[in-house]
């Protein structure tokens, strides 16, 4: 008689592992709300502690509407129908990033339409200047940099960046000090173990350094002050939270270098030329030339196979003796 055989119990499904760009942003995100909330408690932000709830309210009702807007256009469905608080919940999470972002580092005086502008561009542009990239349709300009630079383009009068002496400005001399360093770690950990972003980090200081000691070498520019805006609170939140947006920079390390490379290297020009509000710009024209270069790579692809499709068409046409005669166009 055999025994019995015993059935060994089902094993347990192995938990999917969570999407790297959803930890991404949701880390960003909090990291944001975090330093928002710091910066009008403790730091010295002077907007209106009510500005940064209205930016978000203005942010979630833009990205909604142009998510109906494109899905209906596109006959696609809604990115966020049928997947309940938490679908809309990380849908919302760019257009929460965007508004704390122009809202924190946007300086409007006492209008707040100016930053619900800025918001709504840079919100609205990731449903407009798209490009096709690696086969998908994707946005190419950095959301919150976009809209920061709509707003210096569109009030250059009376709208500016915020003044950076608002990032410590009720701060002591040690807490000043730790701010930077605390920026500095989070920013790291953010972007080395989650948006792996770290090549870009590295062209873009790297390469501001050296546009540094050039513009120090060529034109005689004070080392101190070409190098001293490295030293900054604005620059450190820059170098973490704004030039390595995930979603319009690139994702290998070769191109993450040459990107962060590119920017410092524009930086330098507008620098030369006299430009403000230099950081935003360089990110900007950077982002619209990759832009441009997508568009381009697509058109000429489309190009070739538009040749090839000719090539390959054969006509058959009559002979002289009656015959058909194949003849490749």
């Known amino acids: 008689m055999t025994a019995p055989v015993q059935q060994k119990p089902d094993a347990k499904p192995a938990k999917a592992k969570p999407d790297p760009r959803y930890l991404a942003l949701r880390n960003f995100a909090m990291s944001i709300s975090a330093f928002n909330i710091f910066g009008y408690t403790l730091l010295g932000f002077e907007q209106p502690w009510i500005w940064p709830i209205l930016a978000v309210i203005v942010a979630y009702a833009t990205e909604i509407t142009f998510e109906v807007i494109s899905a209906w256009a596109y006959k ?15 849908f919302l999470l760019p257009a929460h990033i965007t508004a704390l972002a122009v809202n924190m580092l946007t300086y409007a005086n006492n209008q707040f339409w100016p930053v619900a502008f800025g918001v709504i561009v840079g919100v609205s542009a990731k449903h407009v200047l798209r490009a096709p990239i690696a086969g998908r349709m994707k946005h190419y300009m950095n959301p919150s940099n976009f809209g920061i630079t709509a707003v210096l383009l569109a009030f250059s ?29 989070a920013g790291t950990v953010l ?29 005689h520019v004070a080392l101190y002050s070409a190098l001293g805006a490295m030293t900054g609170v604005a620059f450190v939140l820059f170098t ?23 920017v410092a290297i524009v ?63």
Request: aromatic share 16%; glycine share 8%.
């Open 76 to 90: 696609r469905p809604v990115a966020f129908r049928g997947r309940g608080f938490r679908g809309l919940y990380e």
């Open 157 to 185: 009068g009376w709208a500016s960046i915020a003044p950076p002496y608002e990032f410590t400005e009720i701060a002591n001399t040690y807490f000043r000090v730790m701010i930077p360093i605390v920026i500095v770690t």
């Open 191 to 219: 972007n080395g173990l989650l948006t792996k972003k770290v090549p870009l980090i590295v062209g873009w200081l790297g390469a501001f350094a050296i546009q540094a000691f050039l513009r120090h070498w060529i034109w």
């Open 240 to 262: 973490n939270y704004m030039i390595t947006d995930p979603g319009t920079t690139p994702f290998k390390a070769r191109p993450q270098f040459m990107f962060g490379s590119s």
């Open 267 to 329: 930086y330098g020009i507008l620098m030369q030329l006299n430009v403000v509000y230099t950081l935003f710009f360089a990110v900007c024209i950077v982002c619209l030339l990759r832009g441009v270069g997508w568009w381009g790579v697509h058109f000429i692809s489309k190009s070739r196979e538009r040749k090839a499709a000719r090539a390959a068409t054969v006509l058959t046409l009559p002979s002289a003796d009656g015959n058909p005669e194949v003849i490749a166009a």
